[in-house]
DNA sequence: TTTATATATGAATAATTGCTCAGATGATAA
DNA sequence: TTATCATCTGAGCAATTATTCATATATAAA
């Protein structure tokens, strides 16, 4: 590829942050990435909710709520509290409304 | 399911966002969860780079480059300029950049 | 005009993802 | 204990996505 410019290239090499925080950044964006977890995850900006209630919710069987909340809790977007036989999820902290806020307003930026 | 509390329900409900800006958003995060795409906009973080640029840059073929372009171009991340054969990508706007930044921060929180 | 270079696009394939279903776990109540 | 409810998990299937390859477009140079 003769029109490379590998100074550039070269430049913007030493400047990315690591791979790994590439990888973590990348899949927790992932995890944002579908109308169903973003449903949920705006739902629990609002309150604290169990399963059922967020299945309700978003009109999915609590099965396919239990396997998305496995993604959102792996990237650490939300935090479970037991409570009898309920759990309650709630957001995992204030980076996760801050991060779901910054998305809506540039999807609203049109 | 008779544990659903339906007030909690029927108040999430009412403070939602709208399906399509939620649509919208979803499919902005969607754009930013794949490590190839986030490596681009990364670079970009830094400078205008051309395509050939961006494939030196994430070792990929320039044809894989321009099919990720065109998905980061219809989610307005990116915006391109031709200048002669050649086509400079640039972020589109600073709120690109602080959503990127937002995500890089929330990974290294761990 | 013809030729070469940079980028874009369409179709096909391979990999990933989300859902359903069946069954497991954990907690409460009878 | 047994029964029941809320949630979780693993396997399998359907839908989506990323890549490759071949081809198309656009610009510049010969």
Chains 1, 2 share one sequence.
Do not use: W
């Not at 100074?7 to 995890?31: H, N, Q, S, W, Y």
């Not at 993604?71 to 977007?77: P, Q, V």
């Not at 999820?89 to 779901?100: A, N, P, T």
Request: proline fraction near 4%.
């Amino acid at each position: 590829m003769p029109c490379v410019n590998q100074e550039r290239v070269d430049r913007v090499r030493r400047l990315m942050p690591d791979g790994d925080r590439l990888e973590e950044t990348a899949g927790i964006f992932k995890v944002l990435g579908d109308v169903t977890r973003m449903k949920l995850l705006c739902a629990l900006l609002e309150e604290e909710l169990c399963v059922c209630d967020l299945a309700e919710f978003v009109e999915a069987s609590p099965s396919a709520v239990s396997h998305q909340l496995r993604l959102l809790r792996a990237a650490r977007l939300v935090r479970p509290r037991r409570e009898g036989k309920m759990i309650y999820y709630r957001l995992d902290d204030d980076h996760v409304r801050r991060l779901l806020k910054e998305g809506l307003v540039h999807a609203a930026e049109d």
